[in-house]
């Protein structure tokens, strides 16, 4: 069954170009939104799986739009798409709850396999974003000392599993869990759950 999106940009070339890309037998396009406002609304009348978010828009940001959406039904997914690659940018959309940030030079395939990846739960952020994310220098990056389990709970995380699932998977609680989640984040020094993916694949303490 094809991924029921809808997508947000205030070019109308732009969307143009992003719907001949992405309307094929595995995309349904439900509708086109130009601003945030007008994006909300679209959300509440198609109820779409999938949300691909432009960042900087006349009269109501991706970013507060994102924030209203997902406030009003989490299961969403947004995908962030924006010319800017700035570090702020993607730390404040991330932040706003999108699962995936691409930047609108983007190859056709690689806005398929993000749309792919977080309809089943993944997160999706490309190689270059993930560098900016995590704000560091390769050269300055050292593995931090995670033990077994820590890693364990990391790669489901990274499969999309939530916490309940993992913790069914590993025979603890969903606070035990928690816990770990929290440790793991004080040791990466990040906040949200697609940058402790991400930073967990930039050291390699998980396959990515």
Do not use: C
């Amino acid at each position: 069954m094809a991924v029921k999106i809808i997508l947000v940009d205030d070019h109308p070339l732009f969307l143009k170009g992003l719907r001949a890309i992405l309307d094929t037998e595995e995309v349904e396009i439900l509708a086109e939104a130009n601003d945030g406002f007008e994006a909300i609304e679209m959300v509440k009348k198609y109820n779409p799986e999938v949300v691909v978010m432009d960042i900087n828009m006349p009269n109501f940001s991706g970013i507060d739009a994102t924030k209203q959406i997902l406030a009003e039904n989490p299961e969403i997914k947004v995908l962030a798409l924006s010319m800017h690659s700035g570090k702020q940018y993607v730390k404040s959309m991330l932040d706003a709850g999108a699962v995936g940030y691409l930047l609108k030079d983007s190859g056709p395939d690689e806005f398929l396999t993000a749309i792919k990846k977080v309809i089943k739960g993944d997160m999706y952020l490309s190689s270059a974003i993930t560098s900016i994310a995590l704000g560091r220098d390769e050269s300055q990056i050292k593995p931090p000392p995670l033990s077994l389990r820590e890693i364990e709970i990391l790669e489901y995380v990274a499969e999309g599993l939530r916490n309940k699932e993992i913790a069914t998977k590993t025979f603890v609680s969903s606070e035990t869990v928690k816990k770990h989640l929290y440790n793991i984040s004080k040791k990466l020094d990040v906040s949200n759950r697609i940058n402790l993916v991400a930073k967990a694949k930039e050291l390699g303490v998980i396959d990515g």
